[in-house]
Every structure is written in C-alpha cells, then in structure tokens.
C-alpha cells in the first residue's frame, strides 16, 4: 500500500525548484522518512542524504561525511584529510552548485553545532545553486534553545523556504491499513495511537493480539514473538544508534536475515538498522542491563580495531562503563568538535571525561578542566567557564607553576569581564599579572601575557596593554606558538589606535596573518573588525571603511553573525558620524537583532542619536536601553558614547546634562582617553570642569577652528556644534544644522538668536541649496523661464512691486547681476556645458570622499 493522506506533502516537494530548501517536520513515527525516500524514488535525480547520529554526543558534520562518500571528488578528499571547516563547506556548496543533486538531511533534531552551521551556510546559499535541500526533523523536540532553532529563526522570512508539516492519519486511513479482515475497531486502534503511523503498523504486526497499550509494548510483543535468538540479533543491533556494521554484529547471519524478513530491520550496503528510531530504543531500554554492557564493550573492541571517529568511540566506552577508553576518546572527540566549530558538542565530550577523570593525577585533572571551561567560553557560557578554571586551580594545588597559574588567572579574568563581572575581572586580573611577572619565560607565560593584554586593552588600560602585550609577542614569537600570537597582536594593535595611531594597523595585519596560518578564521574577522573599530574610534574613517566591509563579507561568508553584526553596528556608526544619516539608518538593518550585547549597544547609540537628532520622541527609550546594557559591561568603550548620547539629547530637551557623563568622565580623564574626555566634558557645567588638556585636539580648539578641524575630518553635525560656541557665527551653525536634516539642533540654535533679538531664517530658508525662501524659489523658476515682471505677478497672484523685491533678493542670494545671468546660469549647468558629472550613488567602502 502507497503512503496514505500523504498527497499534499509530496506535491509540496515535487513543486520545490532547484534553489529552494524544504523543512519536512512532524513527531516520531509520523512518516517524515518514508514520504522523503518515496519523493527521492520519482524524482529520478542522484541524491545525497546524510542522517543525524542518536548518539548521546553527535559526531561533527556526521551527514557531510555520508554525503562525501557519495559525492566523491574534492569534497570527498577534504573530509578524508579533515580539511578547515569553511573549505569542507565550500566544497559542498560548490558540489551543490556544479550538479542538480537532492539533498537530503534526516533527523536535524539531532544536529550536531556543526552540522546546523553547515545548513545555514547552505541554506542562505542554496537559491544560488543547481540543487534541492531537503532537512527533517522532530518538531514537538526543538524547542526555544534548541540549537536547530538558529537555521529556523535564520530561515524564517526566506522566500527559498517550503515547510511542510505531516498531520496524524484519520480513522478512515488507519482502517485503510487495518483492512476489512481485521476484527479490530479502527476507532479503537486511532485513539489509542493517535493516527501515527509507524504506531498503528506495529499494532497491527501480529494479527488478532489484543491492542498494546503502548508502541513499546508493540515493539517488544513482535521481538518476542521471533524467538531467543533472534532477540539476541536484535538486541546486538540495538546498541548502535546509527546502526551497526554487519561484520561487528554478534549473532548469527540468520538470525539477523530473520529479522530483516519480519520488517523489524533494514540492511543498507554494509550496515543494519532498525526501521524505526523508536523501535531500537524500545529494545535497548529493555535489554538486560549486563547484557547491554557487554554489547557496547564488544562495540567499543570492534570501532576501534576498525578505526572509527572519536565520537562513536567515547558513546560505546561511556555505555560500557569503560572509564580508561572514555578518558582515551573523549577529549579527541572534543578537540576534533572544537575544530570545526562545534563548541556545544566539544563541551559535552570534555564534561563526559570529566564524569570518569577522578583516577587521573590532578595535573591532567586540570588539563581536563581547562579544556572545558574555554569550550564554555566560546559557547558564552562565561560562568561555567570561569568555575572550571577556578576547579582547574585547586586541582593544582601548591604544585602548580607560577606560568600556568598566571594564564588560568588571566583567563578566568577575560570571562568575568566578558560577563560583565568588571571589578571581580580585574583583581583577578591583577593577580594573574603578579603570578606572570614571577614565572619563568616559556609557553605558559606568553599564553598568560597574551589574555593579560587582551582584558587591558578591553578594559583600555592602554599602556600596560601594549607592555604586556609586546613581552606576550616576543615569547609566542621564540616558542612557536602562533594562536597566542595572533591574540597577543590583536591586544597591542587594537590599544595602538590611542597612543600609536600610525602602527595599529601594521599590527593588526600582523595579528590577521598569525590567526591566518593556523586557519582560525574567527581570529581573521576579528582582526579586521578590530582594525575599522579602532581606526573609526578615533575617526579615521577612510581607514575604517574599507576594513569594515572586509570584516563584514569575511564574516558573513563564514556566518560568524555576532562578529558581522559588530562590524555591520560599526559602519553605521561611522556613516553616522560623518552625516550619512539616511545610509546609517539602512545600514542598521544589517545587525541581527539577536546579536551580542556589544554590537546591540553600538546599534542602538546610532539609532537613539538619530532619533534625537532628528527630534523623535522614541529617542530616550532607545537610549535608555542601550544604557542598560553599556552600563552591565563596567567598560568605558560602552559607556562613552550612549552617556554622550543621553546628555545630548537632555540638552536638545533643555535639561541639565552634568549628572549623565560625570562618572563615565572621570573613567575617561582616568584612562587618558581623549576622544571620550572631549566628547563627554564638553557636556559638563563649564563652572565646575574646564576643558581637560587630555581632550582630542578638535574639542580644545576655538569655534572657528574646531569647525574647521571637524571639517576636515568628515564631521559636518559637530562642526556645526562648535561654531553655536560663537555667538557670531550662529547663523551659520542653523544653515549646517538644518541642512542635516538635524532639526532639534537647529532648533536649539533659532531660540538662541531669537534670545540675542535676533531673526532666525526659517526653515524652508535653510535648507535650500542657494538660501532662498520658498517664494523667492518659485520667483527664480519663472525668471528661469523668461518670465517679466508683470507674467510673474499674474502667475503667482502678487503685485509686480513685491515681484521686483523678490527678484532683487534673488539675484543678491544667487550673486548675479541680471536676469540674463540667471537664464545662463541655468544653461551652464545643463548637461552638455562641460558641467561635472553627477556623483554616483555610495555603494562601497567610505574611501573619504565628500558625502
């Protein structure tokens, strides 16, 4: 019998072109597989299929090691020799790009970190390619922090998406497989299995048996019913959640083929599986406790001899309660995980050691431990990280080196930082800093000085980061040892940028190319980011642009979101700064809402600063957020710019602004930070805080000047900030303000005229290109018509006097002398008069150009 009530499910996925992904979901047992292979069947095109390991830890990439095997080819090397992550994904991308293949990936649910990178690498690609993905997967098992739920909610809006949900059958489809011969009430046998599928065919497996009050019972009712041995074969089988090499099973060959006849296995080339998931798990869970130790042992001897993956290995060894073989399996489990980006599952495989390594002496206990908290680091779970390091220690003891203690201090410190824990980060800090300076020169000494520089750099205690820095630097550099290399560079270039400006970028590209040399691509993207972050923290944006988008297209390539959510945060930050304000506020679509809490802050400064700029009123509530988050960092970098924020737009408002950037200003004189001293002091009450000579040069020059200067450095809203300190130039401060677009500013500085008695243009005045006024506007199209005094009075319906008082205005506002001038003014800049080319619209990196 065909798949019953199952018509508009494949048609849904006859209907997917190539190009389109297809999200086949519904409970255990509902049919998912069988509608899949039996679309796979009549779709007459090769497949690639790739299932998700039950094991209790996912191997890495499991289904891009099945999909290999078919695929062949470059993609088949790569897996062999354990190529880089991001090449291992390009390779399938470019398999899927070159062939019209149906992908298919079982069981997603099961995912390993990994694994669900892979398809949403593929999945935000696939409608550049020639195939058809199509991913399974439990949906009543993936709830809100699930992993899965990161290609869901990546997914959700995507037009390439087609999602099909398979229901339970009706009454009328399970009487339909009953058939008429079965005494049995169909009414009956749906309730009690709900109209599942793979439920009613185990009830209906051995005909006139009263219906089992659970699939369970079902399953073990047929397994019985085939007799010892072939419960034994069964039961050998059932140990191996991805199903079990013929040659590794122990029972005889017939005894497994008997199993195959009565529909309760499936051989697959060289393997055997259960036909359904819930069906092994059913004889798993009942077979005798001694037994299934002695089935996995003999598991763990045969992977081993065959030389299987770690991940397998370490699954067996924990269910055969093998500690020494989990000890073994485990951590390369982990490691090999880690290399791919699977962090969880590197986590779980070193928390699975762990449960077996209190035999072990305390140092490897300790390399265990520190090994766990940095996974817990990369997954952001900061506390468990640091409780690991802290476990790390005390194993240690009084036998630890001074080395090792300095860089699990120092560790431990970047975490509570990173947690927003900044007080209890830097006593930790400062005592990993006396164990360092006490440790004999050697590895563990440049790892320590490299997190060192790393948090006092974040923490912009800018010249002790560079010191540290640079002595973590030398030693990477005479040990060989390169990811401390990259990371010690990283620290030093990224503090440069506020006290040697002219290196930071040379160390940066330096630290990129450490990071590049041991394909640790996260470290690349940060580089770059580090590299337009900086340079734009200090408002060299035509350096800052070009990195930026590198940072951005590295990243985005790589789907390292939060790092390009960062960068995304920042180019609107800069577009920002330089009055680009319509392109920030695109530019702000780009960071990912669920971004991390630093790219969050910086998005929502630029979009509160807008909202104040331009007069909304939703601009206190977007700042105030942002100074929820800024202020849990304790850091000055977050604090800075949303406390300047905030007390602008209490000046916008009138209000006082002393109270909202003392602290962060004191932070600030503290640190020397002088872009963040001038920018903050200048909102403080003048009578109780002079400019501070820490202050960058443009907030201590006179207004004229600091114009100027801002000016120069693409800065047009706080070039018309300084000239408002001049009451003579007021005027022009209300033309740059309101040709910005920045109304409450400008608004400001008209009250501030109309208090000197003095008359404030009005606002249509202001923001046309040549001053005039709307009246005097449509007065100079019809004189660039042709138009005579008299014509234009009839068609604007005033006197020819005032006519001739606007055309007057016109000609003094337009410096020409006759209507003659104007009518050639015109022609001048048509096209075809040698007039400059219009400037295209901005589509790439800030090179510097005028805005």
Known sequence: MGLLEREHAIAALRNCPPGRIALVAGEAGIGKTALVRAFCEEAGRPVLRGVCDALHT???????????????????????????????????????????????????????????????????????????????????????????????????????????????????????????????????????????????????????????????????????????????????????????????????????????????????????????ELARLAVEESTPPARRVALHRDALDGLTAAGAEPARLAHHAQEADQGPAVLCHAPAAARRAAALGAHRQAAEHYAQALRFADPLPAADRAELLEAYGDACGRLGRDDEAVDALRQALECLGERRERAQEAALLARGAYYLWRNGRGAEALETGRLARAAADRSRPGPGQAAAYAWLAVLLMLSREIPEAVRTGRRAVELAERYGQQHPLAQALNAVGSAQWFCEPELAEATLVRSLEAARSVGDDAAVGMAMTNIGTGAGEIRRYTTAGPWLHQAIAWCGARDFDAHRSYAAAWWARCLFERGRWAEAEAALADVDPAAGTSARIVALTVLGRLQARRGDPRAAGTLDSAWDLAERTESLQRLWPVAAARAELAWLAGRPTDHLVRPTYELAVRLDHGWAVGELGQWLDPGRTPCSHAAAEPYRLPPAEAATAWEALGCPYEAGLALARDPEQLPRALHQLERLGARAAADRIAEQLRQQGRRAPRRSTLTHPDGLTARQAEVLALLEEGLRDTEIAQRLHISTKTVGHHVSAVLAKLGVRSRRDVTMRREIAAPGWGAAPDVPPHRGPDTGSRP
């Open 58 to 276: 996912p191997r890495p990439l499991g289904p891009l090691h099945d999909m290999a095997a078919t695929a062949g080819g470059a993609l088949a090397g790569l897996v062999r020799a354990d190529g880089p992550r991001h090449a291992l994904f390009t390779a399938l991308l470019d398999e899927l790009t070159a062939r019209e293949w149906l992908v298919v990936v079982e069981d997603a649910h099961w995912a390993d970190e990994a694994t669900v990178d892979l398809l949403v690498f593929v999945g935000r690609r696939i409608a550049a390619t020639r195939s058809l993905l199509v991913v399974t997967y439990r949906h009543d098992e993936v709830d809100s922090a699930h992993p899965l739920r990161r290609l869901l909610g990546s997914l959700a809006t995507d037009q390439t998406v087609v999602r099909v949900r398979l229901a339970p059958l009706s009454v009328a489809a399970v009487a339909a497989l009953a058939g008429p011969g079965d005494p049995r009430d169909a009414a009956d046998l749906h309730a009690r299995t709900g109209g599942n599928p793979f439920f009613v065919t185990e009830a209906l497996a051995e005909p006139g048996r009263r219906l089992p009050e659970t699939v369970r019972d079902a399953v073990l009712a047929r397994a019985a019913a085939l007799g010892a041995d072939r419960r034994k074969a069964l039961e050998a089988v059932a140990v191996f959640p991805d199903g079990a090499p013929l040659s590794l099973v122990p029972a005889p060959a017939w005894s497994v083929d008997a199993c195959v006849d009565a529909g309760m296995l499936v051989v697959e080339g060289n393997r055997v599986r259960f036909r359904h």
